[in-house]
């Protein structure tokens, strides 16, 4: 009964659980059911003792309950998303989790004042060489990152680190976070202890990639925000695609790559995907961050310098632009060549042609590179984010030095919004999402694409939207009414 109740509750409100001791059986099974976990170094989460196991397998195989559900082993495996030392530092923890969270499963996000200017430039740069992702969220000693100083807590920071996911905030505003590792990590893979033959296993994981493990962390950080948390979602897109090899195919990454359109397509909470400088999404995955997936919530963005389309521009030039192609390019716009071509074409000596023919291959070869890479350049054109942004595929392009400003108000006015939708539609069952927006398009005045003016507006009328709201409930009520008279 408690397990299930226990795995209801994650569904309805915000669980957290803190080990500060052994954990046995269903005891284990009921802190992972609760999904967040603190862990203390000194409490063990088993389902059977080691003296037990011993007796089992007839030998003196495991020592301590550490080496079954200790915290090397339940960070690296996804289970705990924070280890500490002591109790004090896991009521701190606690204490820093419940900031983020909002008063309950139904309130709006817990917002609150900032010390850091959201006006300010993101004065971290990300570079095109691999850099550490964090720096990039919360900046250095040296530079600002995108979030308020000192906000950023990372979490699950053990388990697939090709994908770094924490809480932090935006000129006050609590959000959840997935971010890019870029550079070369890797996964370790204990050795059983009960298998004499079992050695330790160590795979490297390239950045920029998603394996097995981290495309489970991204879905499962995406639940956690948005179950009972009602937190906005940040998602800094930098992925080339997901790693389909033989080993990671048999690892899941199939189904846990699902998991992510899964948990995207359940979002309630605006979510943004920013493609950040020198950043790239390509593939796979861009499919499973398309804002199609949950129009309601998701949007795209991209920075002047990042890339996104499906194929990298080698790719897209093996299938577009071959070098048949590229030799009838060269034929239709190099001077020497159409001369040649025309000699050849009035060549009567055998001997003469077979020379015109060697100089155009001399030719040939010698402009290849050269057409190759221009092709390649004309390719990467139609990644760059104007074009993205002249097919429809993103909403805007945010520069990042005042991205810090653009996603603050963006947000902000996304939280207020979905309010006062969410109210229109509670007072009228027929309203969609789409006919309340409009709704409250037609009472501002202004440029409705202007965060910074509609926010003002929503804070200044209150009065008449609640007005707005209240007429629409009285002539859905009336409609209900002459529904049920004419029924009858």
Same mark, same amino acid.
């Given at each position: 009964m408690i397990a299930g109740e226990t795995s209801r509750a994650y569904d309805e409100i915000f669980t957290l659980s803190y080990v500060t001791g052994r954990s046995v059986g269903i005891g284990a099974y009921i802190v992972r059911l609760g999904q967040r976990v603190i862990q203390m170094k000194q409490g063990p989460m088993i389902l059977t003792g080691f003296s037990a196991l011993n007796k089992l397998l007839g030998k003196e195989v495991y020592t301590s309950q550490d080496q079954l559900g200790g915290p090397q082993v339940m960070h690296p495996n996804g289970v705990t998303h924070e280890v500490v030392d002591n109790d004090q530092e896991g009521v701190a923890s606690i204490l820093t989790w419940l900031s983020y969270v909002a008063k309950d499963a139904s309130a709006l996000p817990a917002v609150r004042e900032s010390a850091d200017p959201v006006e300010r430039d993101v004065e971290f740069l990300p570079t095109k060489t691999p850099y550490d992702p964090r720096h990039m969220l919360a900046g250095t000693s040296d530079a600002l990152g995108f979030f308020d100083k000192g906000s950023f807590n990372e979490y699950l920071s053990g388990w697939g680190k090709s994908v770094v996911t924490g809480r932090a905030r935006l000129g006050g505003i609590p959000i959840g976070v997935i971010a890019v590792e870029t550079r070369l990590v890797e996964q370790r893979i204990p050795a059983d202890p009960a298998n004499p033959e079992s050695r330790e296993a160590i795979l490297p994981q390239a950045g920029q990639v998603w394996f097995p493990d981290s495309s489970h962390k991204t879905a499962q950080a995406i639940r956690d925000f948005g179950n009972s948390e009602n937190l906005p979602l940040m998602i800094f897109a930098n992925w080339r695609g997901f790693s389909g090899g033989t080993r990671d195919m048999a690892g899941e990454i199939l189904k846990f790559g699902a998991m992510i359109v899964d948990a995207l397509r359940e979002y309630k909470h605006p979510a943004m995907i920013y493609i950040p400088p020198h950043g790239e999404l390509r593939g796979g995955s861009w499919v499973v961050v398309d804002p199609t997936i949950n129009l309601e919530q998701m949007e795209m963005y991209a920075d002047v310098d990042s890339r996104g389309g499906i194929l990298e521009p080698p790719g897209i030039c093996e299938v577009k632009f071959r070098q048949g192609d590229q030799l009838a390019a060269m034929h239709r716009t190099d001077q020497e060549l159409i001369f040649l071509d025309a000699e050849l074409d009035g060549c009567q000596v055998d001997s003469d042609a077979l020379e015109l023919k060697a100089k155009i291959k001399e030719r040939e070869n010698m402009l290849l590179p050269l057409y190759l890479q221009v092709a390649h350049e004309f390719a990467d054109l139609h990644d760059r984010s104007g074009r993205m942004k002249a097919k429809g595929v993103i909403r805007d392009v945010v520069t990042w030095p005042k991205s810090r400003q653009y996603f603050h108000y963006r947000i902000k006015r996304r939280i207020v919004q #979905?309010?006062?939708?969410?109210?229109? %539609?509670?007072? #009228?069952?027929?309203?969609?999402?789409?006919?309340?927006?409009? $709704?409250?398009?037609? %009472?501002?005045?202004? #440029?409705?694409? #202007?965060? $910074?003016?509609?926010?003002?507006?929503?804070?200044?009328?209150?009065?008449? =939207?609640?007005?707005? =709201?209240?007429?629409?409930? $009285?002539?859905?009520?009336?409609? $209900? =009414?002459?529904?049920?008279q004419a029924m009858l």
């Amino acid at each position: 009964m408690i397990a299930g109740e226990t795995s209801r509750a994650y569904d309805e409100i915000f669980t957290l659980s803190y080990v500060t001791g052994r954990s046995v059986g269903i005891g284990a099974y009921i802190v992972r059911l609760g999904q967040r976990v603190i862990q203390m170094k000194q409490g063990p989460m088993i389902l059977t003792g080691f003296s037990a196991l011993n007796k089992l397998l007839g030998k003196e195989v495991y020592t301590s309950q550490d080496q079954l559900g200790g915290p090397q082993v339940m960070h690296p495996n996804g289970v705990t998303h924070e280890v500490v030392d002591n109790d004090q530092e896991g009521v701190a923890s606690i204490l820093t989790w419940l900031s983020y969270v909002a008063k309950d499963a139904s309130a709006l996000p817990a917002v609150r004042e900032s010390a850091d200017p959201v006006e300010r430039d993101v004065e971290f740069l990300p570079t095109k060489t691999p850099y550490d992702p964090r720096h990039m969220l919360a900046g250095t000693s040296d530079a600002l990152g995108f979030f308020d100083k000192g906000s950023f807590n990372e979490y699950l920071s053990g388990w697939g680190k090709s994908v770094v996911t924490g809480r932090a905030r935006l000129g006050g505003i609590p959000i959840g976070v997935i971010a890019v590792e870029t550079r070369l990590v890797e996964q370790r893979i204990p050795a059983d202890p009960a298998n004499p033959e079992s050695r330790e296993a160590i795979l490297p994981q390239a950045g920029q990639v998603w394996f097995p493990d981290s495309s489970h962390k991204t879905a499962q950080a995406i639940r956690d925000f948005g179950n009972s948390e009602n937190l906005p979602l940040m998602i800094f897109a930098n992925w080339r695609g997901f790693s389909g090899g033989t080993r990671d195919m048999a690892g899941e990454i199939l189904k846990f790559g699902a998991m992510i359109v899964d948990a995207l397509r359940e979002y309630k909470h605006p979510a943004m995907i920013y493609i950040p400088p020198h950043g790239e999404l390509r593939g796979g995955s861009w499919v499973v961050v398309d804002p199609t997936i949950n129009l309601e919530q998701m949007e795209m963005y991209a920075d002047v310098d990042s890339r996104g389309g499906i194929l990298e521009p080698p790719g897209i030039c093996e299938v577009k632009f071959r070098q048949g192609d590229q030799l009838a390019a060269m034929h239709r716009t190099d001077q020497e060549l159409i001369f040649l071509d025309a000699e050849l074409d009035g060549c009567q000596v055998d001997s003469d042609a077979l020379e015109l023919k060697a100089k155009i291959k001399e030719r040939e070869n010698m402009l290849l590179p050269l057409y190759l890479q221009v092709a390649h350049e004309f390719a990467d054109l139609h990644d760059r984010s104007g074009r993205m942004k002249a097919k429809g595929v993103i909403r805007d392009v945010v520069t990042w030095p005042k991205s810090r400003q653009y996603f603050h108000y963006r947000i902000k006015r996304r939280i207020v919004q #979905d309010d006062l939708v969410d109210q229109f %539609m509670a007072a #009228d069952e027929n309203l969609s999402n789409s006919d309340a927006v409009a $709704k409250l398009s037609s %009472m501002v005045s202004g #440029d409705f694409e #202007d965060d $910074k003016l509609v926010l003002s507006y929503f804070s200044d009328n209150e009065a008449a =939207i609640q007005s707005a =709201i209240g007429d629409v409930r $009285k002539a859905a009520i009336t409609a $209900k =009414i002459a529904e049920l008279q004419a029924m009858l």
